[in-house]
């Protein structure tokens, strides 16, 4: 037998064994769950030294294979970040539970009753990549939702995810959560990755979360359902009535608060009449916040040090500071642009007329649209969503921050006394 | 060039072109597509001779190719079907419109407003198989909800839908719907079809409407997210505390009144103690029905007339007057086989336990559970959705039957003056 039909079993057999924790863990009250995430909350604390060991080894092979600084920012774990995750499953226990929620209900004329009730979607397959911490969030996320999880992390962070699962597993010992309910693809075997796709007789859903080259590969070939994140090339339209101050100083915000997250502005849509206005004060902003500019033929006109933008600027998120700049004509011509380069995540327009922030904000097709606010508003936190799974960048049932109902879905229960059609 | 490069330029053209009418379309008032929607029932109407006459070259074509007696009913169009279809249009047109509900709203902390509103998903791509009426029904329900629909309907019936969309694009014409929202792919080519599948950019969501096999081939190789709709293979169980009398009009019932929906009932799943004491009661019923039985070795000992059930008697739809019989000791042995073999669509128990009851409506994975009622119920014009697309079997975005809130999708508008995190 090869070592990937090896695999191959393995991994089925953990999805079936999380369908079937999936079942008990659906049906517990929630102050049996709140109190399982406390008591992993407190064993990681317990253990973060553990962790910390674990965490070396992946950060000193990281270092052997030369990976950049940011990535192994992302990797790197102290007593802090531990800390800060475990106290963020004392959250996730704080928050509502959806699950039993009675939606809607009705009775038909022939005495039949109806009511729609909010349940866990039962599996959910979690892929990601380097950072650790994501372990523990989305296992708290899919346990308070009732829903059992297969995490599939990056194998850069195998020895820590293994170090926080075990301790997840020990302290779920201890609660009414099977722990089945989390299951680890102990694996750097990129097939096990690929099996998940199509595992939909036990798995409910995929939800990717990294760089858009892991969604985009999910995407095309899961035949699971797929919760799709994450990628978010987001643009600021300065319209010809856009409040200078204002527009700065969101633009600023927009681009540079934390450049490489995906609600981060990339490009810069600006009305050519508040270009020529302001182009002083635009220029000096960017200069000083360290933006390298890429920009269209009027941009390179009338900015300093603009490099000419092709059409990779446009497309793709820069996640630095660099910021595409291009100029317009009128509203519709902004709304085109981003039709063709927006990813439906979050686009904001400056203004002072309302009307045409109306226009926009109608007919731009994304998550979140913005009159006069920056686009980093776009956060499970920032709105008040409490914790936050990703931002869906789909239509399909959930769009932007998505909190704990996008991990449910509905049953429908008719109770009757022989009715019949 | 080839023919099927040509067909490709096609399809995605009318993909744009009916992605550029969403844009009008979706921001349309209510009363703009209730009269576009009156106006093509009006034409529909007037035009029926011209209908029925294309109509009789796809039965034509059908007989010669000696298509089964089913399959040329559902191709059938007659004056009736044709009024029918187009006072389905009415009926649409009197349902309240889900776009621009204010779905929730709050005021952040620093003034930002933020509102969550329901808008149209955008492009439907509707892929279908003989039924000509889905032409106009699918055309009804996406304009009333805002979205513009590509259609490809099954190639027997190509004369017949092409004389229906001619009409409704004529009708149009006179109405605030642009024509280009109603798409019609003109072509027996099956490369036409699964152009649709990946066409991410200009289609929002697909919806197969057909037998297993093409919802399956949709799902299996479409990137485009797909609403999967349609295949039930449903059980009733008669627990041991199962009233003889509802257990047995629920059956028939279900089996009976038309057998090749999908909420028909497939399998009977019976407690041995309920068989034992009340076999010749369900033998007679079965018997007087007409009803053919596939059993397990219980009911091959307990029931006459029946044939030894396969594998394929408990996977599969019957769609006919057949009835697979299982026995089984226990709920939790019944809930296992339907957890095998069941399309999580509708599922019955018959019990007057209802703790019994609570249990199995807890704990089976579906979109509809019946205490004590038919199968028959899951259908949104009997549980008083108004139209239906369609009855979704999936977990994600829908779950049930689907009117237009199904067609719908929701945008975050956040309005402020300045805010920045």
């Known amino acids: 037998m090869t070592a990937s039909a090896i695999q191959n079993i393995t991994v089925e057999e953990q999805a079936k064994k999380a369908k079937k924790a999936a079942r008990t863990l659906g049906i517990l009250t929630t102050e049996e769950k709140n109190q399982a995430l406390r008591t992993v909350a407190d064993a990681l604390e317990a253990n973060f030294e553990a962790i910390i060991a674990a965490n070396l080894i992946d950060l000193k092979k990281g270092e052997e294979k030369g990976f950049e600084q940011a990535f192994m920012d992302r990797l790197s774990l102290n007593k802090e970040r531990i800390f800060d995750f475990a106290e963020g499953l004392r959250q996730v226990a704080e928050l509502p ?28 397959g979690m892929i990601y990549e380097a950072r650790p911490n994501v372990t523990a969030d989305a ?32 302290a779920l010992e201890k609660t009414a959560i099977p722990k089945d309910a989390v299951q680890f693809i102990d694996s750097l075997n990129r097939e096990a990755t690929q099996q998940l796709f199509t595992m939909k007789e036990h798995i409910d859903v995929l939800i990717p979360r990294g760089g858009a080259s892991l969604i985009k590969a999910v995407v095309e070939n899961a035949t699971v359902p797929v919760l799709e994140t994450g990628v ?5 339209y300065v319209d ?29 849509i600006v009305h050519q009449n508040w270009l020529k206005e302001h182009k002083g004060l635009l220029a ?21 040090n603009v490099q000419p933008a092709t059409e990779t600027d446009w497309a793709n998120e820069y996640l630095s500071l660099d910021l595409a700049v291009k100029t317009v004509n009128s509203l519709e011509e902004a709304i085109d642009h981003i039709d063709l380069y927006g990813t439906k995540h979050s686009e904001a327009i400056i203004t002072e007329n309302t009307a045409t922030a109306k226009k926009f904000m109608q007919l731009v097709d994304a998550a979140a649209l913005y009159h006069n606010a920056s686009t980093r508003f776009t956060d499970g936190g920032a709105l008040g969503f409490g914790a936050e799974i990703g931002i869906s960048t789909q239509k399909l049932h959930a769009r932007g921050p998505m909190g704990l109902p996008a991990l449910t879905t509905r049953k429908y229960l008719m109770s009757g006394n022989g009715q019949v059609r």
Do not use: F, Y
């Open 240 to 268: 010809q009535e856009g409040d200078a101050e204002k527009a700065i100083n969101i633009l600023i915000n927009a681009k540079t608060d934390r450049p490489a997250v995906c609600n981060a502005a990339e490009t810069l």
């Open 139 to 170: 296992a708290g996320l899919a346990l308070k939702s009732g829903n059992a999880i297969v995490l599939k992390g990056g194998s850069s962070a195998l020895n820590s995810n293994r170090s926080i699962v075990k301790i997840i597993h020990q």
């Open 97 to 124: 539970d959806p699950i039993g929620d009675v939606m809607s209900g009705w009775t038909l004329e022939n005495g039949l009753k109806v009511e729609e009730v909010r349940v866990p979607l039962g599996v959910i």
């Open 232 to 236: 978010g090339n987001c643009h600021i």
């Open 284 to 304: 000096d902003a960017l200069t000083k916040h360290g933006i390298t500019v890429h920009g269209d033929e009027t941009a390179l006109a009338e900015l300093p």
